[in-house]
Structures are given as C-alpha cells and as structure tokens.
C-alpha cells in the first residue's frame, strides 16, 4: 500500500530565511507526487505536483520542491520565507497504476510558521 | 477559476439526526471525494465518485454514504450523527483525462455532533 511521511508536525523559521518542509513516499511502482497548502479557516490548495522528467518541480507563491528517487523524498523549499507562508502542508502521493483511479493518500500535515 | 462550494461552513447537529453536506463544483470534473481532516490525521477518503451515479469505498466509509445525481453535486450523508463524526470535512474535484490532475477543494464544512 502507498504511504506518505511528513515527519515534522511543526516547522518554525525566521522571515527571509529559506525553509524546507519534509515528505518521504511509499509506492510499488513510480509516484505521482503533490504539495497542498491549507491556509487558516481554508480548504487545501494546490501548490506543484511532479509527474516526470527534471526532478526540480516549480510551482505557485515561489514554492518548489526536489524528487529524489534514490531517498524517496520530495521535500518542499522556498529560497526565502514570508510571513504570509504560515500554514499547513500537506505531501500527497498517488501511485502511477494502469487502468481505473488510484487513490491519493495525504499526509498528517506540516505546520510551518514564519517568524517576523 | 474552477470553483467548488459546500453548503455550509460550521454545522452543529445532534446524535442520531440525519445530516446531509453538499459539494457543487463549476469545472465539470469528472471525479469528486469527500474528506474529513482531523488533527494528526491528515486527511481520509471517506468516498469518492468518478461518475454520475457511480461511487466507491475510501478508507473510512462506515457510517456515511453518499449520492451523485449530476455532474457537479456531490453529497455526503450521515445517516445517524454521532459524536465520533464531529470533524472538518472537505469536498474536492478533478478530472481524469489527459496528464495526472490535481484536485480542487472545497473551504470545508466543520461539523459538531452533539
């Protein structure tokens, strides 16, 4: 079965510093991977996804996150944090099968706060 | 921009009461999920639909059900509330043609059984 870590429930870093959030992945064959954010009394949006190809993924608010196979990880970072970026994180993986719809599973969520 | 709506945002009911969450979405998407999201949890599939009229089982589907009669609704039912079931619950959305395509959520609905 698929299964995503996100290890740390909370991530604290200083405005203007760059930050990293940690998801490792657990899949049979290849993975489709994604980053949500869920900001306060919100629903989850969507930040990037790596589907193939260059394993440096870009995506919304300067957010990019790294594929590495070899350590089945794909943490999230952000060169230099905002406080505007305090929120929720959440690293999901959907397992790359043929036919039908396969399930995404979610991780626990990150919290991550910016400190001015 | 796709759009997804939920009935209500905060939602207090009873044990034993017959709650039912809506979702509509405007993107025509073929594929709809409920979710409830709980502290530490992360988020569960509870059901999801790919089509009008059709459904299946996500991870914790005991006790709720579900119903898609068109395209862009899709509810969740709680046949008799219980307290254990008081949790945010959120609606997404996505298509399933082309490339792998992310999902679209709802603002959630937050539900207290009492």
């Known amino acids: 079965a698929q299964s995503v870590a996100q290890p740390e429930d909370q991530v604290n870093v200083a405005e203007g510093n760059p930050l990293t959030v940690k998801c490792t992945y657990s899949v049979s064959g290849n993975p489709y991977l994604f980053w949500y954010v869920q900001y306060p009394n919100r629903g989850l949006q969507f930040l990037l996804k790596y589907i193939t190809g260059d394993n440096l993924v870009k995506g919304s608010y300067g957010f990019e996150a790294e594929f590495n196979k070899s350590q089945t990880s794909f943490h999230l970072k952000k060169p230099s944090a905002l406080v505007s970026d305090s929120a929720l994180y959440f690293c999901?993986?959907?397992?790359?099968?043929?036919?039908?719809?396969?399930?995404?599973?979610f991780g626990t969520g990150t919290k991550l706060q910016v400190i001015p | 921009d796709v759009k997804v709506t939920q009935s209500s945002r905060y939602l207090v009911k009873r044990t034993g009461e017959k709650v039912f969450l809506e979702c509509v979405q405007d993107m025509d998407h073929e594929n709809m999920f409920w979710y409830r999201q709980d502290p530490g949890l992360g988020l569960r599939l509870i059901y999801f639909s790919y089509d009008v009229k059709m459904k299946e089982k996500g991870d914790i589907p005991e006790g709720y059900s579900v119903s898609r009669e068109k395209k862009e609704r899709f509810s969740l039912i709680l046949e008799s509330a219980s307290t254990n079931q008081t949790s945010m619950y959120l609606c997404?959305?996505?298509?399933?043609?082309?490339?792998?395509?992310?999902?679209?959520f709802g603002p959630g609905t937050r539900l207290t059984v009492t």
């Open positions: 997404a959305s996505s298509f399933t043609s082309g490339t792998i395509h992310e999902q679209y």
């Open positions: 999901a993986v959907r397992e790359a099968l043929a036919g039908g719809y396969q399930k995404v599973t």
